[in-house]
């Protein structure tokens, strides 16, 4: 992956279950 999609730890860490799942997914889908 690149360092951009090095932003999902701080969401992992801020954010809930089902928000870090959404997030994550829209990044993979961004860095693909």
Same mark, same amino acid.
Do not use: P, S, W
């Given at each position: 992956?690149?360092?951009?999609?090095? %932003? !999902?730890? @701080?969401?992992? @860490?801020?954010?809930?279950?089902?928000?870090? !799942? %959404?997030?994550?997914?829209? +990044?993979? +889908?961004?860095?693909?």
């Amino acid at each position: 992956m690149k360092d951009g999609c090095g %932003v !999902a730890t @701080r969401y992992e @860490r801020c954010g809930g279950n089902f928000l870090n !799942a %959404v997030i994550l997914a829209a +990044i993979i +889908i961004f860095c693909l």
